[in-house]
């Protein structure tokens, strides 16, 4: 037969004003990690943008140059570019649909590429015949690669990857139209939020852009 085990006294966690007291680093609130805030989303000016439409590359790299454009004009994820075809173009009008779950922030977006940016993202697709080549196994490792080597030619210090085209688009939609319900519907975006981040990023460079002028 076990022998009874001696009883432990409870400590106390009421005090005097009727609320509770916690050892030191047991509280809850210690526990407890707030969301981390977004910083600053990489995008690309019109300057910049400019001078990769116009500036002479070698021929490994030129393909890349306009397939990261037309991810600058058109908005789209990586994921989405890959699965890019032709049969997505309803009358003229690109219709992503997202391929996450109902739970998650991607919405369907329906692109004019004929009219968005004076139909620069319709003339590149159509300088590749509409077929990109972005289908092989490892693609975007190599795209960055090769964006990365563009931009020390650009002389664009900024840190390039395929996910800047996307915040280059919905910065520069949010700059032109200041329309967040636009910048859900072009960015294929669910959350008001997250677009609402791109409006507060045109703004800031608005700022930036007025603080510059002599009066």
Not at 146 to 160: F, R, V
Not at 192 to 197: E, G, P, R
């Amino acid at each position: 037969m076990e022998a009874p085990q001696e009883h432990q006294e409870i400590p106390e966690l009421g005090n005097e004003r009727g609320g509770y007291s916690y050892a030191p680093g047991k509280h809850p609130y210690d526990l407890f990690k707030p969301p981390k805030v977004q910083g600053h989303k990489t995008s690309l000016s019109a300057s910049e943008l400019e001078r990769l439409e116009t500036m002479e590359l070698p021929a490994h790299l030129d393909k890349h140059r306009w397939m990261f454009l037309f991810l600058c004009y058109t908005g789209l994820r990586i994921s989405d570019f890959v699965r890019l075809t032709p049969a997505l173009m309803e009358d003229d009008t690109l219709v992503i649909r997202p391929q996450k779950t109902e739970h998650s922030s991607s919405a369907e977006a329906h692109l004019p590429i004929k009219i968005l940016f004076n139909g620069k993202p319709y003339g590149i697709w159509e300088k590749f015949d509409f077929d990109f080549p972005c289908h092989a196994k490892g693609f975007e490792l190599r795209f960055n690669i090769c964006l990365k080597q563009i931009a020390m030619l650009a002389g664009i210090s900024k840190k390039m990857s395929a996910h800047v085209g996307r915040h280059t688009f919905l910065t520069h939609i949010a700059a032109k139209t200041g329309n967040v319900f636009t910048v859900m519907s072009l960015g294929g975006i669910r959350k008001v939020d997250t677009a609402m981040t791109y409006i507060h990023l045109a703004e800031q460079d608005n700022r930036k852009a007025l603080a510059g002028i002599r009066w």
